[in-house]
């Protein structure tokens, strides 16, 4: 009966990190040769399509990868070099089987980046819509992937442009300017470029996928100073903000959305966003109008937890009506 009641996503539940993974029955088709297995068994209820959503960079992100089999792929850019998992779920025991010189890092890495850190019992709450958000999605946790740059970037392609653009070019510079993702991996899997190799980007490459100057050179900025930056993985969220912030182009928003998913952030507010306060205003307060200063006095009652109270508002899918048309595509590319 419950699955029955489960809500359909939308493009406003897509944003707060939802990823449709088929649950499939009996034994899933396990891929061939792992170089490593690693099983786990979490505490607790988990999605995968949750925990995981908000690591997909659009739907043809070249690093992630959610199969009709009920596996999820990621290629990451690990410490120890490129990598491939592969996880799957089933009778509440999660299967993970890596390749490529990362593949211990991401075994090892594997609860994390399941939410196995994050406590989801710490929230309470105080609104009737996250309480009933909470209930149908007792799956959620906040994952931590451990990994700065491959969070960071993306977020400062997404600066001031729509989604659409800023996907679209993370999928042409991956799959450019990245190798293919180690082992069985699906089809035109790509692990992220290596700081040097986001470096030497021609110019005339950046404009080509849609990429201003002014994102282009945060990018740069950002991997000249590639290893202090992953070295904030070690650092409390709000100190790791202000060292991504060090870097000129990464504001509040860049850091935020970067450390929700680096570090698990459960109470790394978006602000600056052009939609969000808008979203929390009218969820909570009827208030379409809300700005940051609106949103964060909302949230106040979750402090500590403002994240996942966001989350969940994302994930409930109320929203208010459009007033205006959808901001137009722009695609400096072909000028």
């Not at 999605?47 to 990868?65: E, M, S, Y």
């Not at 980046?113 to 309470?124: E, H, I, Q, T, Y």
Request: proline residues 10%.
């Amino acid at each position: 009966m419950a699955g029955r009641f489960t809500p359909r996503p939308t493009r406003t539940t897509v944003r707060g990190g939802h990823v449709a993974v088929p649950a499939v029955a009996g034994v899933p088709r396990q891929a061939p040769a792992p170089a490593r297995v690693r099983t786990w068994v979490p505490e607790g209820p988990l999605d995968l399509g949750l925990v995981l959503g908000p690591l997909r960079r659009g739907p043809g992100d070249p690093t992630f990868r959610a199969l009709p089999d009920g596996s999820v792929w990621r290629a990451s850019l690990t410490p120890a070099g490129p990598g491939t998992l592969r996880v799957t779920q089933r009778s509440g025991e999660v299967r993970g089987e890596a390749w490529g010189p990362g593949a211990d890092w991401l075994l090892e890495k594997l609860p994390e980046m399941l939410g196995a850190l994050d406590d989801p019992s710490a929230f309470v709450p105080r609104h009737k819509l996250l309480a009933l958000t909470r209930h149908r999605r007792p799956g959620l946790r906040l994952t931590r992937t451990g990994l700065v740059l491959e969070s960071l970037i993306p977020s400062v392609l997404e600066q001031k442009v729509t989604t659409g653009e800023a996907y679209r070019a993370w999928r042409l510079l991956v799959r450019k300017y990245g190798e293919p993702a180690p082992g069985p991996a699906p089809e035109r899997m790509s692990v992220m470029p290596a700081p040097r190799t986001w470096a030497l980007i021609p110019s005339w490459e950046w404009h080509r996928a849609g990429v201003d100057d002014k994102r282009a050179s945060t990018v740069l900025r950002a991997v000249r100073v590639a290893a202090r930056l992953e070295e904030a993985v070690g650092m409390p969220p709000e100190a790791a903000q202000e060292r991504l912030e060090l870097v000129s182009g990464i504001g509040p928003w860049t850091s935020a959305e970067t450390v929700q998913r680096s570090h698990g952030a459960v109470d790394a507010v978006t602000v600056g966003d052009l939609h969000l306060p808008g979203i929390v205003g009218w969820a909570l307060a009827g208030d379409r109008d809300a700005d940051d200063a609106g949103m964060l006095a909302l949230l106040e009652p979750y402090a500590g937890q403002r994240h996942r109270a966001a989350r969940l508002i994302l994930l409930s899918g109320r929203v208010p009506g459009r007033r205006a048309p959808r901001m137009p595509y722009g695609d400096i590319g072909r000028l």
